[in-house]
């Protein structure tokens, strides 16, 4: 249900950048932050269907990044 508003955040977000700001490591950092804001905002409007519980979004790790 939630899964295409996340795919679509992280699609923009890495569509903005570069390939020579995703090369590098500090690169790679700053959109791996971005996305955690990002997400993190969208999610602040859902409930996950379990009232007073706080979800969020704590880091992002790629298991494999290709650049094309």
Do not use: C, W
């Not at 690169?27 to 905002?41: F, P, R």
């Amino acid at each position: 249900e939630y899964q295409p508003i996340f795919k679509d955040t992280i699609i923009v977000a890495l569509s903005a950048k570069s390939p020579d700001e995703l090369l590098t490591f500090r690169g790679k950092e700053q959109v791996k932050g971005e996305l955690v804001t990002k997400i993190n905002d969208h999610m602040s409007g859902f409930s996950f269907n379990q009232p007073n519980v706080t979800t969020e979004v704590k880091d992002i790790y790629f298991q494999t990044f290709i650049i094309q």
